[in-house]
């Protein structure tokens, strides 16, 4: 088991521009949070998804919005990239909703110029 | 809304040290406590929580629900310790709260 798998590794995108990002969860698990992790700082949490909704959702602007599939993988898309995008974005999954044992994957590095 | 507070950015120790890596909460409601670890070129990973009082490579960490806190501690530091921690908490809402994390480095 290859963990939580997060694509790509790295991006460099322009302000204004959208990016998607993908996720794919430890087997068995089937739910998925997303994290953003400025430098220097904890993660925060964006959203999670199970059963193909979103859950909950920290504190972002609807310009962050996310997409789970049947297979239980996610994405995570931006829209209108801001400077301040810039970050590393976690994915961590789950074996459900009541499970709190998160494992993340290695990360994005989104880069907005 | 409930906050993680981890006050010190960096510590050093030497080889050997006892360690204890600080965390305060804020939380309304009974809390779940986690500390997660980051080792170099890895993954962040659980290292223990609250509710299952363990000890997991030497370390130990006590909720203290008066004092909001649930500090780290390791009687004597190694090496390989040298890692990012981060004491986060789990609300009822299914999200983890992260502290601003602490730099753990350990000197030969």
């Known amino acids: 088991d290859a963990g939580v798998t997060q694509s790509p590794t790295h991006l460099i995108k322009t302000r204004g521009q959208q990016v998607t990002l993908r996720c794919s969860p430890k087997?068995?698990?089937?739910?998925v949070s997303w994290y953003q992790q400025a430098l220097g700082q904890g993660p925060q949490f964006i959203f999670q998804?199970?059963?193909?909704?979103?859950?909950q959702r920290g504190n972002f602007p609807d310009r962050f919005s996310g997409h789970q599939f049947p297979n239980y993988s996610s994405e995570l898309n931006v829209n209108a990239l801001l400077l301040g995008d810039s970050a590393l974005y976690l994915c961590a999954s789950s074996l459900d909703l009541r499970d709190t044992e998160a494992f993340f994957g290695q990360g994005t590095r989104l880069t907005v110029v | 809304a409930q906050r993680v507070t981890q006050p010190e950015k960096l510590l050093s120790v030497f080889k050997g040290a006892p360690v204890e890596l600080k965390c305060n909460y804020s939380y309304s409601g009974s809390p779940e406590l986690f500390w997660y670890v980051q080792y170099s070129r890895q993954r962040l990973q659980l290292l223990l929580r609250?509710?299952s009082r363990e000890s997991i490579k030497g370390f130990t960490a006590d909720l203290n629900k008066g004092e909001t806190s649930f500090h780290l501690k390791k009687p004597f530091a190694q090496e390989e310790d040298s890692a990012m921690y981060y004491c986060a908490l789990y609300n009822a809402g299914n999200m983890l709260t992260f502290g601003g994390g602490t730099r753990l480095m350990v000197k030969p």
């Open positions: 087997s068995g698990h089937d739910t």
């Open positions: 998804y199970y059963e193909e909704e979103e859950r």
């Open positions: 609250h509710i």
